[in-house]
């Protein structure tokens, strides 16, 4: 039971680090930022554990009341820690990745901040980390809505914060506007989601007359269906943009301006699940309207598909990467909303696996091709470096090629996670979609359908990948010369391909650790274990082979050549160019939304608040009658009557001396005169008076 | 015996001319001896009056106003003789530099 | 008439002539001179009502020293000479009219309102002799005996101060006079 009251330290240890980060971080170093940060994470991780080992013991969890917060009239939220099953998946997830990341960014910031000629902004980078993990473990530990909804915000914030992390000049010629353009964007976006959010939260207090999980949950039965089908709905509102889901996904590839360990970190393995997590734990508000569920699934299911063809077309291999892990989301978000709340949480965890596998791989390879270009650079004109680089784009796949020799453990890890990614037996990928495929076997085939579209296509980009990256003979210098990475890179690497590796065990069919552990939360109904589908799982996996046949037809038989277009292009044609331009979604938003605002906006601002407000009432009319006002008070109230109160008090004394002044003559005599009169007259009265 | 209101007439009558000699003449000396005329009836009439209750005190009083009187002349001479110097007259209507 | 009172309406009248000389005078120096009679009768007066020792002060001091001053001064002036026609012509009727008024407020305090009709008694010889005034001098009156010496002084200090010829600036070298040097002293010391 003690071991449940150190619950709060997994926030502390975070907050910990990053206020000595911020105070200290540039005096002690770079090794003394990365350690303090990497400590905080790990003490984090070790506080997961220990929270896991507890429950263990005792599955039903605790309760573990830090402080009042909020208590107005019949609002009472008080901070809480939830410890339970399904919380502490969460927490061991985001620290344990966490963790790793960590110690992978200590290395790659290293080269980074050179590469961007700003050492300084280290201690910052880790500042902004640690703050990270400390608002997700808000987010994963909140006993109420409101307390996730805190770190749902704070994680939003830290996303902000890490994408637009370079967001001065860059020394390629970048101004770092596009960085601060896209950390904006993401903002914006997950804003429209968390309007939705707190739409379902509003609702919840209406409803239900409490925040806290315990008062809401058990009783989604007793409120009437159109509430909670309000409140679902606008949750799902919320879980699309924290999720990157249709409609609001735009934001994740542009989040991928980013260094790549935030990519890994936040848009891969962790902020972007919270969406997932929200809905699980929101389970019976789901379950009690299927006609949710539906929409759910099916949001999900389209956004796995439509993400899938836009990742077929693109060059960059973290955009690759992005719109991979949007489709994922997708199986998961489909997953939750079919009712399949384990295999979607099984999901996030091996997915969290592999696609930080995968970035954290993407950015050894970025890593070492852009080693390679800065020798290459200053080979070629030692004296002129500070004049800029020439223009490579070390993400472009069209510059790689043959890096499998150069960079051998980079490629082996690499192949691992892309492997997982596709869902190859025995990897951990393939048991957790297959779960998902099964579930949708039996819920509802056309979202089945769907998945094993996009479980085709996935395939399909992976190997298109692979073929690019690591095989044919490299495109450019800079790939040619590539070196691999320091070990403080590559063994986080390899630490997460071992968990790819054995990751399948945690849910293995017929055993089923995960779906018991979870159902001490969610109940037995609703984490009901599924069934080994073998024909689902056969056909995932062939059709995955096929897809890797095609592949190898189009990338692997005749290698791709310097400058030489995509040869899916010839294929498709003018399928192709949507995929490349991902069906110009962003360019229709513009059209259709940002552009009516901004003119909208403009409106305002010009006409209403400037020549209205501004010119109009302020100027002409408040600003003049003071005018007129000031004027009048200033004319014939004070030059009129004040003044000449005063002038005219001086005009009489003025002329009352002047009068007096005849007395004034200077003769003596006049005065002895004047005197001997004021004599006789008192004479004359005290003589004849008494 | 003489009456002692007879003195008093006298230095009435004295005191009175002394006066009128003061605002009548121009000339500031005889003005000055005019002034010593009326301090003169005041001494009369203190002698008077110290013979007419037997007081001895009339008589000092009389005695420190010739000594005052003296003092007086020397210092209001000197004045004159110092006016004299700078205006070249001695007459009083000439010196209305107070003039407002 | 008794002896006493003739002699003192005989003196009365020769005292009040001397004064009228003094004040219709064209010449200062009569004026003077018609003042030192009239002196000269006040001290008379002064012995007939028993003050012998004020009487001879009267004498010495006031005729015997400040007359004489008073014609020192006359002559350094030269102020003997005749005066102009009198100008400011209201004020000798207005100044008539109020010694007239001050005469007639006399006469009434005098006559109509007191009670000292009467002659008064005879006293002791020695009345008013030096020593008694000194014995009153010297003990009631000491302090105000010992300032007029101090009075005096201040008189005698200011006196010299005032008559002082002022010699500020005397040497100031004219070059542009081909070096005739004039000396110039500052206005208000008199020409000399």
């Not at chain 1, 542009?254 to 935030?262: C, I």
């Not at chain 1, 003596?668 to 005169?673: D, H, P």
């Not at chain 3, 009679?37 to 002060?57: E, S, Y």
């Amino acid at each position: 039971m003690d071991a449940f009251n150190l619950v709060p330290w997994i926030i502390l240890f975070p907050v910990i680090g990053l206020v000595l980060n911020a105070a200290i971080g540039r005096r002690i170093g770079e090794r003394g930022s990365a350690l303090i940060a990497i400590a905080a994470s790990a003490g984090s991780l070790v506080i997961s554990v220990m929270q896991y080992l507890a429950l263990s013991a005792h599955p039903e969890g605790a309760v573990v009341y830090l402080a009042d917060w909020i208590g107005i009239g019949a609002l009472n939220v008080p901070w809480a820690f939830r410890v339970d099953t399904l919380s502490v998946t969460m927490m061991l997830v985001v620290s344990g990745v966490g963790t790793l990341i960590h110690i992978y960014a200590a290395g790659y910031m290293h080269f980074d901040v050179r590469y961007k000629e700003d050492p300084g902004s280290y201690a910052r980078f880790f500042v902004y980390l640690n703050l990270f993990i400390a608002a997700m473990m808000i987010l994963v530990s909140g006993d109420s809505y409101l307390t996730l909804f805190v770190g749902w915000e704070g994680v939003g914030l830290c996303s902000y914060l890490l994408i637009g992390f370079w967001y001065q000049r860059n020394p390629d010629g970048n101004k770092g506007i596009m960085n601060s353009l896209a950390a904006k964007k993401a903002m914006l976006v997950n804003r429209i989601g968390d309007f939705g959010f707190l739409l379902a939260v509003f609702m919840i207090f209406w409803a239900f007359g409490s925040l806290n999980f315990d008062e809401v949950l058990p009783h989604a039965e007793t409120v009437a269906p159109w509430v909670i089908m309000f409140i679902t709905l606008a949750m799902l509102l919320g879980v699309t943009g924290k999720s990157a889901q249709l409609p609001l996904y735009v934001w994740l590839p542009d989040a991928m301006a980013g260094p790549t360990p935030v990519s890994a970190l936040i848009h891969a393995a962790t902020m972007v699940t919270a969406g997932v997590y929200l809905v699980a734990r929101s389970a019976p508000l789901f379950a009690a309207v299927p006609a949710a569920q539906t929409t759910v699934a099916f949001v999900g299911a389209l956004t796995a598909f439509f993400a899938a063809t836009i990742a077929v077309g693109q060059y960059d291999i973290k955009k690759v990467l992005a719109y991979s892990t949007i489709s994922q989301l997708g199986f998961m978000v489909a997953a939750v909303g079919m009712g399949a709340f384990v295999a979607g949480m099984f999901h996030l965890v091996t997915h969290a696996f592999f696609k930080a596998l995968l970035f954290l791989g993407s950015g050894s390879v970025i890593l070492a091709l852009e080693r390679a270009h800065h020798v290459q650079e200053t080979l070629s004109n030692p004296k002129h470096k500070k004049k800029g680089h020439t223009h490579f784009d070390p993400q472009d796949m069209r510059v790689m090629g043959g890096l499998r020799k150069p960079i051998r453990l980079t490629f082996w890890v690499y192949t691992i996670g892309a492997l997982g990614l596709a869902g190859i037996p025995p990897l951990a990928g393939f048991f957790s979609k297959d779960e998902i495929l099964a579930d949708a076997w039996i819920e509802n085939p056309l979202v089945f359908l769907l998945l094993i579209a996009a479980a085709f296509l996935t395939a399909f980009y992976v190997g298109r990948q692979l073929l690019l990256v690591f095989f044919g003979s490299p495109r450019s210098q800079p790939a040619d010369k590539a070196v691999e990475s320091p070990a403080i890179i590559t063994i986080p690497l390899i630490a997460l391909a071992a968990l790819v590796v054995i990751g399948g065990l945690i849910n293995l069919p017929g055993w089923h650790p995960f779906t018991n552990w979870l159902a001490h939360t969610l109940g037995e109904e609703l984490a009901e274990p599924t069934e080994f589908n073998f024909f689902v799982a056969l056909l995932a996996t062939v059709f995955a082979l096929i897809a890797f046949y095609l592949a190898w037809i189009f990338y692997g038989r005749t290698p791709l050549a310097e400058k030489q277009v995509d040869p899916l292009k010839q294929r498709l044609g003018r399928v192709f160019t949507g995929m490349e331009n991902k069906w110009w979604v962003d360019e229709f938003y513009a059209w259709l939304i940002v552009r009516p605002y901004k003119r909208f906006a403009g409106f305002l601002a010009d006409t209403i608040d400037w020549k209205f407000l501004h010119d109009w009432v302020h100027d002409s009319a408040v600003v003049n009658t003071f005018r007129w006002f000031a004027r009048f008070l200033a004319n014939p109230v004070d030059l009129g009557v004040i003044d000449g109160i005063a002038n005219g008090l001086a005009k009489s004394a003025t002329g009352l001396a002047r009068g007096l002044s005849f007395f004034q003559t200077g003769f003596v005599r006049n005065y002895a005169l004047v005197t001997f009169l004021g004599v006789v007259i008192m004479l004359g009265y005290l003589v004849f008076s008494s | 015996m003489v009456p002692v209101s007879y003195y008093f007439a006298l230095s009435a009558i004295l005191f009175a001319l002394g006066a009128l000699g003061v605002l009548i003449r121009r000339n500031a000396i005889i003005i000055f001896m005019s002034v010593e005329l009326m301090l003169n009836a005041a001494n009369l009439l203190f002698v008077a009056f110290a013979r007419m209750y037997e007081a001895l005190q009339g008589q000092i009083y009389v005695f420190f106003v010739i000594a005052v009187a003296a003092a007086e002349v020397a210092v209001g001479l000197a004045i004159i003789v110092a006016i004299f110097r700078t205006k070249k007259s001695i007459d009083i209507d000439e010196m209305s530099s107070l003039k407002g | 008439m008794s002896i006493d009172l003739l002699l003192f309406f005989v003196l009365a009248t020769v005292a009040v002539i001397a004064a009228l000389g003094m004040l219709f005078s064209r010449n200062a120096v009569y004026s003077a001179l018609f003042l030192i009679l009239n002196f000269a009768t006040v001290a008379v007066f002064f012995l007939l009502l028993g003050a012998p020792f004020i009487a001879m002060a009267q004498v010495t001091v006031y005729a015997g020293a400040i007359m004489v001053l008073f014609l020192f001064v006359i002559m350094l002036l030269g102020a003997e000479r005749v005066e102009g026609r009198h100008r400011g012509g209201w004020q000798r009727p207005v100044a008539v009219l109020l010694t007239i008024v001050l005469l007639v407020e006399s006469g009434y305090l005098i006559f109509v309102r007191s009670d000292l009709v009467g002659a008064v008694a005879p006293v002791a010889s020695n009345y008013a002799s030096p020593e008694a005034i000194g014995e009153l001098l010297f003990s009631d009156y000491l302090l105000p005996f010992e300032i007029t010496s101090v009075l005096l002084l201040a008189a005698m200090v200011g006196v010299i101060v005032l008559t002082k010829e002022e010699k500020l600036l005397r040497e100031h070298t004219d070059v542009m006079e081909n070096g005739k040097e004039e000396a110039r002293s500052p206005q208000g010391a008199g020409g000399k």
